[in-house]
């Protein structure tokens, strides 16, 4: 079992800057890919952006794709989301979720998942509010 938990989220205003966090539990960290989803209120879950274990491969969507960055700190068990120019329509309960892929040589995949059905852990979730 692998626990996540994002920070980082708040109330920002419109052009705004913030920083999500995710911490993971375990100590293979290296070995799963990351991304984040956000979800707002009465839609369904999406994408936001993907980083494979080794970081080679990242993926955004294309509402986030140049105001948002994805990476990851292995040492640290931690992947961010650095999210600039902030639009009201980004607000959302943001989560982090994790997958495990390994190639036959046993290394893990350099995949990125960009369905939810992809993922098998998630975070709890945190808030962004983008206000006009």
């Known amino acids: 079992q692998v626990q996540l938990v994002e920070s980082g989220g708040g109330l920002v205003q419109d052009g705004g800057t913030l920083r999500l966090s995710c911490v993971s539990s375990?100590?293979?960290?290296?070995?799963?890919?990351m991304g984040w989803f956000r979800q707002a209120p009465g839609k369904e879950r999406e994408f936001v952006a993907g980083?494979?274990?080794?970081?080679?491969?990242?993926y955004y969507s294309d509402s986030v794709k140049g105001r948002f960055t994805i990476s990851r700190d292995n040492a640290e068990k931690t992947v961010y989301l650095q999210m600039d120019s902030l639009k009201p329509e980004d607000t959302a309960d943001y989560y982090c979720?994790?997958?495990?892929?390994?190639?036959?040589?046993?290394?893990?995949?350099?995949?990125?998942?960009?369905?939810?059905?992809?993922?098998?852990?998630w975070g709890q979730g945190t808030q962004v509010t983008v206000s006009s």
């Open positions: 980083i494979s274990c080794t970081s080679t491969i990242i």
């Open positions: 375990t100590s293979r960290f290296s070995a799963y890919f």
């Open positions: 979720a994790t997958g495990l892929l390994f190639n036959p040589s046993g290394s893990c995949a350099d995949y990125v998942g960009i369905q939810t059905r992809d993922y098998d852990y």
